[in-house]
């Protein structure tokens, strides 16, 4: 039976890398993807903190008669008032502009006799669109806290009020986290996506090539002729499968770690991804791409066609997306979460994204989950790999 197992496993490994339409898409296109999350999520990261940063103009109505020392708050964050002539409420009404400051007059004599003086910030939340409107005040309001403070000081200082006792209690932040944390946060919420997507999709071509296609293409009968029994064929294109799937998990994520650590340091933020969380990455993706080849090869086995098998698929990509989509998005708190088939490696590869190291139980954790289901599904599925299923059913 192991030197069936090892014909029938090296013959699909043949037949595959003889294929390159299904190399490219078993190897290539993860490893692309690996690529191009290790490279872009950092400068799109890096461009959107730059727009956050530079510098903000908005038009403004009635700044004659602003406070000298708020216009020159203004300069030093970074903003600056533009006169605008004509109907600003108008304009921002029917979003041709996002926002609009308007001054009343008499504002510098409410602020310099000590009365509220008030500004008028017209915004329109709909204007520039989903992706490219949304004005934040964010940067508007430190400007005027700043502002705000300073004059509260001077009539402090002007009533020989110590401005201390306006803040009894102050608050130091201190970032404890390590570069190893920070390295491993900025990966927990794409890395869990990569394996899911790279794992979904990375022996689905063998699986349905090795079952629906050697159907659709006649070349089954003389597989099924020869003295290998039905669970030897079923391990040997398993095998295969998993194989094919196991490069480009490996490849992806190999160089994921690589192109995020060999970026120059203004492009790849504070740190790349650590060797720890290949490490664990790999450990807990391996087990999952043997639970997702069984799935593959039981899907695709019930099809007659390399089509029908294509979109019998659809539903196991998404039942593997998904949970890795809901871990990047939730921290999994519960060790036991680790546990659970599919939704646990990457309930595990959170944890340790956030811990900044390995955490043995939580890995052990997904592997015995993994190997669990794995174990439970494969029955199943070597009971649908009899000879009359594989050359009859539809």
Known sequence: MPRDVMNIWRKEIMDTVRD?????????????IGIFYASFTPMLMKAMTARREKPLTIPARGIEYADARLLDTFGKYGITLEE????????????????????????TEEVAEERPATARL?????????????????????????????VVADRMAARQVDPSILVPVALNT?????????????ASFYLTI???????????????DVTAGVKERGTL???????????????????AVFTISVIPLVLTLTAFWAVSNLMPPGM???SGLPGFMLTASLITGLPLALIVSVA???????????RDAQSGATPLIFAVMIPGFVAAFSQAKALWSCLLPVYGPFAAMNRMAQAGGLQWDAMALSVVGSLIAAAVVSPVAIKMFTRETLLYRS
């Open 84 to 107: 605008y002539e004509g109907d600003l409420e108008a304009v921002i009404q029917d979003a041709k502009k996002e926002s609009g400051l308007v001054f009343e007059p008499g504002f």
């Open 194 to 208: 990569l394996v899911a997507v790279t794992v979904a999709q990375g022996g689905l071509f063998v699986a349905i």
């Open 122 to 150: 017209l915004t329109n939340s709909t204007a520039g669109g989903i992706f490219g409107g949304g004005f934040s005040d964010t940067r508007l309001q430190l400007a005027v806290s700043a502002y705000n403070q300073m």
């Open 174 to 186: 201190e970032d404890l986290a390590t570069p190893e944390q920070r390295g491993a946060f900025m």
């Open 20 to 32: 390159r339409k299904g190399m490219t898409q078993a190897i290539v296109i993860p490893l692309v």
């Open 268 to 270: 790849a933020g504070d």
């Open 221 to 239: 009968e003389s597989l099924l002729v020869t003295p290998a029994s039905d669970m030897s064929v079923f391990l040997g294109k398993l095998g």
């Open 296 to 306: 593959q090869m039981m899907i695709s086995v019930r099809a007659r066609t390399f």
